[in-house]
């Protein structure tokens, strides 16, 4: 028996049960993970809402990101024995087994090694966060080194991941935040520059920045009626790249500077399932970034399992910097 979450409406945090659930033995290409931590996601809560596409199939178990020790394999499976510590890579088709809890039984293609530079509670923020900025930049958008990349919503974890790739390539990372409060940690982070939303003008700094030239990639998040803003500080034959719906509002497509400054959109979702080439290169670029000691997820606030309403209600309040991460016992 095995401590999960499962909720059987959908809602807030608030739904969320723990309940003692038996945890199913591996099937031949399965392996079972004792979790010894797991990360909190936007795409967790969006599910857990009932706002997300994938619906849950209620009574629902949760979590799509977890890190800990094999405690069963299945019979085809040879590349992980009891004992290794392993990830359960970023895919919404977890949240069926479910990684809030303290064990579950997923494919084994779904999982990696872990990374032993890291902490279990560093690599329950690492997948999702570090996959999703290396397929929107690296690999869907080019990114090269002299790039400048304007980034929105710079202190999520994907945002510091995506600082901190940028400078790993060697680019020009610029990063935005709507607090001061949170300006000066983004600078020690890394960012090169920070911009303060609510009391800068975006478009401007960017152009102090650039020289007039304007950011040639833009990683953002929220789309709605900022991407005009967006598009027109973009250099020309720069790129865009969408990678998240946060607001509420309407995206009108900013017709006149994308033909103008011939630009680039791309949207961007990260699936295990669509591209295994790119995941591997994905994990293979990012293991090599921690060796290297450019790439290190950085956690917020840890919380233990019983915590994990409070969890949720801390992440949703934006006011964190990293990963919101829950540990296991």
């Not at 409060?181 to 102090?208: M, P, T, Y």
């Not at 803003?229 to 719906?245: D, F, N, R």
């Not at 946060?246 to 033909?259: D, E, Q």
């Amino acid at each position: 028996m095995a401590k999960v979450m499962r909720f059987y409406e959908t809602g807030g945090p608030e739904v969320l049960c723990v309940e003692d659930v038996p945890t199913p033995p591996p099937g031949p290409d399965e392996i079972t993970i004792g979790v010894q931590a797991f990360g909190l996601n936007r795409a967790e809560l969006m599910f857990l809402g009932g706002l997300h596409p994938l619906k849950p199939r209620l009574p629902s178990r949760l979590g799509m990101e977890a890190a800990g020790i094999v405690e069963a394999v299945g019979a085809n499976v040879s590349e992980f024995a009891r004992g290794d510590a392993v990830s359960l890579m970023n895919t919404m088709k977890a949240n069926e087994f479910g990684a809030w809890g303290e064990a579950l039984t997923v494919p084994a293609s779904w999982v990696v090694h872990s990374p032993p530079e890291l902490t279990a509670g560093e690599v329950a923020g690492l997948w999702c966060a570090y996959i999703t900025a290396y397929g929107g930049l690296v690999d869907l958008a080019r990114l090269k080194p002299g790039d400048t990349v304007l980034i929105t919503a710079a202190s999520s974890s994907v945002g510091i991941a995506a600082i901190q790739m940028v400078n790993m390539v060697g680019g020009i990372s610029v990063a935005v935040t709507r607090h001061r409060n949170k300006a000066a940690q983004l600078g020690e982070l890394g960012a090169r520059h920070v911009i303060v939303s609510d009391e800068e003008n975006i478009a401007q700094r960017v152009r102090e920045i650039t020289g007039g030239k304007g950011a040639n990639l833009v990683f953002d998040p929220v789309a709605g009626p900022a991407l005009a803003e967006l598009a027109e500080l973009t250099a020309p034959y720069g790129t865009l790249v969408i990678y998240g719906v946060l607001s509420p509002h309407p995206t009108p497509f900013p017709l006149a500077p994308v033909i103008q400054n011939n630009l680039s959109i791309h949207g961007y979702a990260m699936y295990l399932d669509d591209d295994p080439e790119r995941n591997k290169r994905a994990v293979a670029f990012i293991r090599d970034g921690i060796a290297g000691g450019y790439l290190r997820p950085v956690i917020a606030r840890r919380y233990g399992l019983d915590e994990i309403v409070d969890a949720c209600r801390y992440f949703d309040s934006f006011e964190h910097i990293g990963k919101v991460v829950i540990t296991v016992d």
